[in-house]
């Protein structure tokens, strides 16, 4: 089996592409100067997949590693071309994720991927939105509308604000960091799924 590789350079300060390749036993990076890191796949002890847009690369998706050194590797499908520039490069970055999951599957078993926000951002996403949705409630209440003339004004206002209780409950479960099996990663958490 021939090694998968991934090209790509991070920014504008990086010398040139770094190449991540998937061998048998780890995971290796090679810098532009040549240097060449190794990280065991039986020392990765997180994962996590997740699209996480930006300016310019509204189609980017990380693939982050947690080393057993409590070091973190962050790879994307954004590869930097210049300034405000980038190419998407998620074909190619599609296939080294997926050799990568299967050679960690290998490697251990009963590891599990964390898919959607980590759970920090996802517990401060939940209160923002929280707020946000009694701010807005507290709104359709208290300020005055053309719905106030009417007899029930107040039912109907109170039927809007619990006609947006699913659509905030579907973006709850949506957003929720789920673990699942290396070998059953759902099609949305890489690009093109």
Known sequence: ??????????????????????????????????????????????VRLCAEPRQARPWRYVFELQTRRGGKLVIDNAHYVGPGRYEERSESYRAFVSASLERLAATKPDMRALIGEMPKRYFFLLLTALIGLGVFAYVLIAVRTPLDALPYAMLIKLAIVLLMLPIFWRWVLGAMPRGVALTDIPERALPGG
């Not at 040139?16 to 065991?40: F, I, K, P, Q, T």
């Open 1 to 46: 089996m021939e090694p998968i590789s991934y090209l790509r350079r991070r920014d504008a300060l990086s010398r040139g592409e770094r190449a991540w390749r998937v061998d048998e036993d780890a995971l290796v990076s090679v810098g532009g100067s040549g240097n060449e890191r190794r990280y065991r796949w039986a020392d990765i002890e997180n």
